[in-house]
């Protein structure tokens, strides 16, 4: 297993992650609107979700069924590998695998209540709206931690280049 993380630091393959990274953005942003995707929103009603997907149209909500699997599930992967990269990059061996995990986790039973969302339509799941909402929340506090978690390594090691004689690794 070392030697996946081992690989995945390695400055050719973050660049290669990074450069599918911002693809499948302009991809998932090329076909659906940020302003009506679910995946984006921090926090939202039951309500509210149904209100998006009712003013997506048939033929747009059918579309967005379609980019969730065939766009936003490789992207999952793509993201994945890239936090558990800069994760291993940046701490060696504090390498944090559990936080992009549990992100992408989250990201899949989002997809799967949004995706149902969709299915169901017109009928109107209350519970499955806010099962979506909080996947989505969730997720979006987990990117936030595993994004602090880098930046904090950042720091970290800024610090002892400045500094070699303070001991960091408590």
Not at 76 to 99: A, E, P, R, S, T
């Amino acid at each position: 297993m070392k030697t996946i993380f081992k690989e995945l630091e390695k400055p050719f393959i973050l660049v290669l992650l990074f450069a599918l990274f911002i693809t499948f953005n302009f991809l998932l942003n090329r076909y659906m609107p940020p302003n009506l995707a679910l995946d984006l929103r921090f926090a939202y009603s039951a309500r509210e979700a149904f209100n998006v997907l009712h003013s997506m149209g048939e033929g747009m909500r059918q579309q967005y069924l379609m980019v969730i699997w065939l766009l936003d599930t490789p992207y999952m992967v793509f993201y994945l590998l890239l936090l558990i990269g800069l994760n291993c990059k940046v701490w060696k061996q504090k390498c944090l695998v559990v936080l992009p995990v549990i992100t992408v986790l989250l990201d899949l039973f989002e997809n799967l209540s949004v995706s149902g969302l969709i299915l169901k339509f017109p009928a109107e799941s209350v519970t499955l709206g806010y099962m979506a909402s909080f996947f989505s929340t969730t997720k979006w506090l987990f990117v936030g931690a595993c994004l602090l978690y880098i930046m904090v390594g950042l720091i970290r090691n800024a610090l002892h280049k400045m500094r070699p004689d303070l001991d960091l690794n408590r």
